[in-house]
């Protein structure tokens, strides 16, 4: 179907006008609240409610011909299937613009026990996964092997992985894994919310975490320094020739632009090397988006050198990463085909409980191993990235230590910068389809389970004692 820019601008629109009515529904359905469900994902599932897979066959089976087609233009769904694959690399380029970008040794100090954790808990998603569809999905319900990454790409990755991912999945010949994908992104979301709101109560009657006098406090604590100077900062920027805005999509649009030179410069060396010696293209089924990220972080080390990192708001760059990770999840859910969900059902649901059974024992019986001080309220904001997104793992650790006593928040987002680029979206999330169809499941698994048995050990060796003489403190008493 061709599409006009009109088409386009009012499949936009309907996006925001959805966005604004599900805001709404959250402010008025107290379940929804209590669950952190995000506007986004709501206005997704009306969006899903009310098109042609739903309302429309109820409608035809009504005889209501007028609503054959559920209430929204045929090309506003097509457009919506086009959005997620294009606004993703957005979501991905702004991630590290705005923010400075420390040294490795600094990042190491902070946040070295939850980078071992983390990475333990993406690639043993690899392992359980392909594990599950070497012996199950695979001989018992004829899903090609790459069932074994959707674990990864749905939970550690996101909806806006899952969905940036789709045109990958139909290049390879399984349009049903983006749609499986989206659903465990779902369940993930969801359950990620609810399994660590039990989890964060459990902790608290054990004493791990004391919640008792936090959240009243929290809510008057003073602004911190760094906020301080970012509320400096973007004062300053608004008084800008240009809107502050305008200027930072400029900035986006060249991590962008980086990202794309990356790719095409992947691509060509690829074609020269390993295509001559007869190895099968791989770089051309990567998306751009985990190379965006890269551009991004690229552009902000040059913007930190030339001394002009007061110039870029990460204020501002969260909201337009934030805006498109919107648009991107209601564009998907909207076109998510419940038509795959169904024939693959029982799948689905083995997938979703391998998930959830592997991050709960990570943060159960791994973190408190792995992790010296601190170990729940750092523990539980990996837990939430593995299961939902980044901003899951933020909400539960808030929830944990509403005044970020442990300074886990910190140590958290300085442990992106060590995982992001890799997996839970990176690099390997990206690859990961390709190298499946290409190298064999089996090949893949011993490669996840060696990087992930490899992170293990390192954290019992190096870790592992201080976390162990940490216990035996507590356990003593003052």
Excluded at 107 to 116: D, K, L, S
Excluded at 206 to 211: E, K, S, T, V
Excluded at 332 to 338: E, G, V
Excluded at 341 to 369: D, K, M, N, Q, Y
Aim: charged share 15%; aromatic share 8%.
């Amino acid at each position: 179907m061709a599409l006009s820019l009109q088409d386009v601008f009012v499949a936009v629109l309907l996006i925001g006008f959805l966005l604004l009515i599900a805001n709404v529904i959250r402010a008025k359905v107290k379940l929804f609240r209590s669950l952190f469900l995000p506007g986004s994902i709501i206005a997704g599932v009306l969006a899903l409610l009310l098109g042609p897979q739903i309302l429309g066959n109820l409608a035809e089976w009504l005889g209501i011909d007028a609503l054959g087609a559920g209430l929204f233009p045929a090309t506003a769904l097509e457009a919506w299937r086009g959005l997620p694959g294009i606004l993703i690399n957005v979501v991905f380029a702004a991630l590290f613009l705005g923010s400075r970008i420390p040294g490795i040794r600094e990042i190491w100090y902070r946040a070295g026990p939850q980078v071992v954790i983390g990475q333990t808990m993406a690639w043993g998603q690899y392992v359980v996964g392909i594990i599950l569809a070497l012996l199950v999905l695979t001989p018992l319900f004829g899903l090609p092997p790459m069932a074994g990454a959707l674990i990864e790409i749905g939970f550690e990755g996101g909806h806006g992985t899952a969905a940036g991912m789709a045109e990958t999945f139909a290049e390879l010949g399984f349009p049903e894994g983006a749609d499986l994908a989206l659903g465990l992104a779902t369940i993930g979301l969801v359950s990620g919310v609810i399994l660590g709101t039990i989890l964060i109560n459990w902790a608290a009657r054990r004493g791990d975490i004391d919640l008792s006098a936090e959240l009243d406090q929290a809510k008057a604590a003073p602004l911190s320094k760094a906020e301080i100077k970012q509320a400096e900062q973007d004062k300053r920027l608004e008084q800008s020739a240009t809107d502050p805005l305008s200027l930072h999509l400029g900035l986006v649009a060249i991590a962008i632009g980086i990202g794309w030179l990356l790719h095409q410069a992947l691509i060509w060396l690829e074609a020269a090397t390993l295509q001559q010696a007869g190895m099968p293209a791989l770089m051309r089924h990567v998306p751009l988006f985990p190379l965006a990220m890269l551009g991004g972080v690229f552009l902000q080390i040059a913007i930190d050198r030339a001394g002009l990192g007061e110039h870029v708001s990460r204020r501002i760059m969260s909201r337009i990463s934030g805006t498109a990770l919107d648009f991107t999840i209601v564009a998907a859910l909207a076109t998510l085909s419940l038509m795959a969900l169904g024939e693959h059902l029982v799948p689905f649901l083995l997938l979703a409980l391998t998930g959830i059974l592997w991050s709960l024992f990570c943060v159960i019986v791994l973190a408190p191993r792995l992790i010296p001080f601190n170990w729940f309220e750092r523990g539980i904001g990996d837990f939430g990235q593995s299961m939902g997104v980044t901003v899951t793992g933020i909400l539960l650790m808030r929830m944990a230590d509403p005044q970020n006593r442990s300074g886990a928040l910190q140590s958290f987002g300085y442990k992106q910068l060590l995982f992001e680029p890799v997996v839970g979206g990176g690099l390997f999330t990206a690859a990961s389809l390709p190298l499946i169809v290409q190298f064999g499941p089996v090949a893949v698994l011993l490669f996840t389970a060696f990087i992930m048995t490899a992170w293990l050990i390192f954290g019992f060796l190096y870790f592992g004692p201080m976390a162990k003489e940490e216990r035996s403190k507590q356990r003593a008493g003052p």
